[in-house]
């Protein structure tokens, strides 16, 4: 999961590019941003089980290391056991850090852009807890734990307190803080487009799944630095990548992989997945199998492989391979990935019944390979259009546990299989209405 809204045109599910400065940030530099829908943030003050998160991956050329900035807001109205705001980042050689607070007093997100922080302590500087975006000098003086970001902006510090988040003690550094700027360069669909589209097409603006995710930046440009423990990175244009879910909890079992840093491959990027997912409105424990490759090329266009034009299929290891394979009438793409055995690290993620708990593992010295073919009357078209490899992508398997391989095909149930194919520009409506009549995170 990126800046104020704008007036949109043309079809999609919704999204434009305009300009845009954050809330007490009037002398940060502002970037022309790629908008995409379900940029803010959900939370319609509703007592039910919800959670949203925020996930920026950065990888340093320099260092050939990774890290991911990883934000998440449990029960927002605090009346859970499970309540709480969480801060993990996942850092070099895999490594980890959380702080988690049960007070979600301090947490603020706005409802139409990218834009959210927290804070776990103030400094004595500071009178109380800010609920906007601070200039980085005043965050870093008023500031002692927590963080600010925006679709074009990073800043935090944090320290290892996991108490409050499920499982044991994961950290591997006792400390941890950044600033960086992000320069987008895709979001979800093609770079030249007005309007950018929603992930799990436009039905994804109804309550009808759990949970939702959207890709808001496929591939973008990093600036700035990290400290990690003891140890201090500096990046200048590293790949970044970021995407956001939200809703009861995450799907009950499910594969990632996610590469934008192909050797000789600038701007080529892959997002690659498989899901067992929670259908709602009346139907409590039915669940179904969905999964998608989204590439954008290097010119950027966009190849877009769903369960509603493709046939997808994957055969996932419970660690260490996966393999998935889209088909459609213009286009076959194959993804294919390993790691080693020892490789990755747990991470929490937001669960139904636990909140914040260890519940998947992820690596970023993924081996990853990605081939796409153009297709017509029912076959490839000479060699592959793309053939790239690389050795730094990031690959996670969560939910389960799992036992053996697991192998699937995408089956959307009707009628959303159908009904996700009407050509409704729902984010763009969105935007057309009045701040207090729009859906929340729109």
Known sequence: MLSLRAKCHGRSSGGCRSRARAPGSRNLQVIHAVTTPHSGYHFDGSPRRFFEGWYWKVMMPETGQSFALIYSIEDPLGNT??????????????????????????????????????????????????????????FFRDVEHGFQATDVMHVGRMVSLETGAAGPPLSTVPNASWSMTIKPKAGWGDTSSRTQKATAGWLSVLPLFEPHWQVTMAHGEASGWLQWGGQRYEFSGAPAYAEKNWGGGFPSKWHWIQCNTFEGHPGLSVTAVGARRGLVLGLPGVEEDVGLIGVHLQGGEFVELVPWNSDLEWDVDPWGRWWIRAVNERYEALVEATCAQNAGTVLRAPTTSMGLAPFCRDTFFGQCRLRVWRRAGGAKQGPPLVDATSTTAALEVGGGPWWSSWRARAEMKEPFRSLVQLPLDVGGLGQMLPEQLRPPGL
Request: glycine share 10%; proline share 9%; charged share 15%.
């Open 81 to 138: 056991p499970q309540a709480g705001v969480g801060l993990q980042v996942m850092g070099p050689d895999d490594g980890y850090i959380c702080q988690f607070s049960p007070d979600v007093s301090s947490f603020w997100a706005l409802p139409y852009r990218t834009a959210l922080g927290a804070t776990f302590k103030t400094s004595n500087t500071a009178r109380v807890a800010p609920k906007g975006v601070l200039q980085q000098d005043q």
